[in-house]
């Protein structure tokens, strides 16, 4: 079993059919789509398995993935908002100048530099949503894509969702399934848990650039009561969505696993 982790062709693809949505339906799509999952899985054996560790951004094509190669496994991990938003601030620690980053005008510059559709587009999130400070920015676009989840899964029966805490929770029970899920087997449950024993983050290419680790170790931002206010209004009113608890936490998620119960 081979794993890869964030490769960047899915997010290339998927950045294309997010610029132009026609895409999305075109035969061609399908096609170069599913030549990069061929050429990720490459391998001396055939019968090598291989687990694809996308982004959370690739679940704006999920539902691609299985039409492009019929009989892929396939699994949707989440996190609850606040943890989720300490750990993405963190991972994208650069400098020591993201608390002034994290200022919505120069947050907003940055932006524009990505051209002039995205200018246009923070300045649509800024008058019709009410997106107006960096953190609400992010929380905004971690909730779409969780709703998009949601909306590209309805029909579906052969997903799971988990989230990270349960796998914390359950680690055990938690590995089994997901091996038993992908097809691995549970006879590599112990080896699996030795993964836990390691931070995620620390071998990243973004915290081992010049001087990363030592800014992600100074330099924590906090979300604010206001943004996790907004997103928990935001997430009721226009996607019918529960975020519960001091960790907005999302328990109606369609195809969730909770411990095996």
């Known amino acids: 079993c081979r794993v890869l982790s964030e490769p960047g062709p899915l997010l290339h693809i998927t950045r294309m059919c997010s610029k132009e949505p026609a895409l999305r339906s075109h035969p061609r799509t399908l096609a170069i789509l599913r030549a990069i999952l061929l050429f990720l899985c490459r391998g001396p054996a055939l019968d090598t398995r291989v687990v694809i560790k996308a982004t959370l951004h690739t679940t704006a094509i999920m539902d691609l993935f299985s039409r492009a190669l019929p009989g892929i496994r396939e699994a949707f991990m989440y996190r609850a908002f606040r943890p989720w938003f300490h750990s993405y601030t963190r991972a994208c620690i650069q400098t020591t100048s993201l608390n002034y980053l994290m200022w919505w005008p120069l947050f907003k510059l940055v932006s524009v530099s990505f051209g002039i559709r995205t200018w246009w587009y923070m300045r649509q999130l800024e008058r019709e949503v009410g997106v107006n400070t960096a953190a609400k920015c992010l929380l905004y676009h971690h909730l779409e894509r969780i709703a998009m989840f949601m909306a590209l899964s309805a029909d579906r029966t052969d997903l799971v969702a988990y989230s990270y805490k349960s796998l914390l929770q359950h680690p055990q029970a938690f590995i089994t399934h997901l091996l038993e899920h992908v097809g691995v087997g ?71 696993w909770n411990g095996g119960k």
């Open 186 to 256: 549970s006879q590599w449950r112990e080896l699996a848990l030795t993964a836990l024993e390691e931070d995620s983050q620390e071998n990243s290419e973004v915290l081992n650039r010049s001087a990363m680790a030592a800014c992600a170790e100074n330099v924590q931002v906090t979300l604010d009561e206001d943004s996790a206010r907004f997103i928990r209004d935001y997430a009721a009113n226009e996607h019918g969505l529960r975020l519960v608890g001091e960790d907005m936490e999302i328990p109606d998620l369609p195809h969730q």
